[in-house]
């Protein structure tokens, strides 16, 4: 499956300068004059679905686990072909889900065809689904200059990577960052990421949920080793942008893990 995320898309990389203010203005001046049509063009949705097993799962006769796997197995692999499927476990890193699909599509209702085949498996009968964000690419506001295929924030394609943990959370702003100037959110926020770039092993997909589910944003965070995720979060605190934070929990400490080696989890 990973070899297919490779032939549908290029990975993303990290990597910004800090622009002028007449830049940044010209910039942002071209980016209002965008119409609508233009600004569809070229975008994905992203989900992340939360699973928990139920306890009558524990107590289901063998037979009736092994089918209600198989079929799971065979709806990760179909739906595989079409839009990225990347399976986390989260057995062991929070006790109120045990395992998550995120999942990348062009189309709004692969999420829905996916999700509905799950939950009318033999599986369905045996699973919730607490938690659940929907979010879509979109280029950000704030790097804008020095702009290359794939950069971080420039990005309208997303493509898993192929580290260890995922770290996902959804985010929310106070409404008082969006009265102030474009000038001194920029300033801020090329603090926040000049910041950020103190730990290259961490891979950062922002995607944005306006108008679309309850957050604002829904971030993730990609990397091998969970102390520099702890780092940059930590370093993050003290940045001047971080006290417009309103909401970043539910945080999701996510392990990556093939879908044959989930199922020896369940």
Request: with cysteine; aromatic share 12%; charged share 30%.
């Amino acid at each position: 499956m990973e070899k297919e995320f490779d032939k549908r898309l290029t990975t993303e990389t990290v990597h910004t300068t800090t622009p002028s203010h007449t830049e940044g203005s010209h910039h942002h001046h071209r980016e209002q004059e965008q119409s609508v049509e233009e600004l569809r063009e070229g975008r994905q949705f992203l989900k992340y679905t939360f699973f928990k097993l139920l306890p009558s799962w524990r107590t289901a006769d063998q037979t009736e686990q092994q089918q209600a796997k198989e079929a799971f197995r065979l709806i990760v692999h179909k739906y595989g072909e079409r839009l990225i499927v990347k399976p986390f476990s989260l057995f062991g890193t929070r006790g109120d889900c045990d395992f998550m699909l995120w999942l990348i599509s062009e189309r709004l209702e692969d999420f829905q065809e996916m999700i509905s085949e799950i939950l009318k498996s033999p599986l369905g009968k045996y699973v919730t689904t607490p938690y659940s964000y929907l979010s879509m690419t979109r280029r950000s506001e704030y790097i804008r200059e020095h702009r290359h295929p794939g950069q971080e924030g420039d990005a309208l394609k997303k493509v898993p990577g192929n580290t260890n943990y995922l770290f996902v959370y959804p985010f929310v702003k106070k409404r008082e960052w969006y009265n102030l100037s474009t000038e001194e959110r920029q300033r801020m926020m090329m603090d926040h990421i000049r910041k950020g770039h103190n730990f290259p092993s961490v891979k950062i997909n922002t995607s944005y949920s306006f108008g679309l589910d309850d957050q604002e944003f829904v971030l993730s965070f990609e990397t091998d080793y969970p102390s520099d995720f702890l780092e940059l979060v930590l370093a993050l605190r003290s940045t001047e942008a971080s006290k417009y934070t309103q909401l970043e929990t539910p945080i999701f400490t996510c392990v990556s893990t093939p879908i044959d080696d989930l199922l020896i989890l369940f």
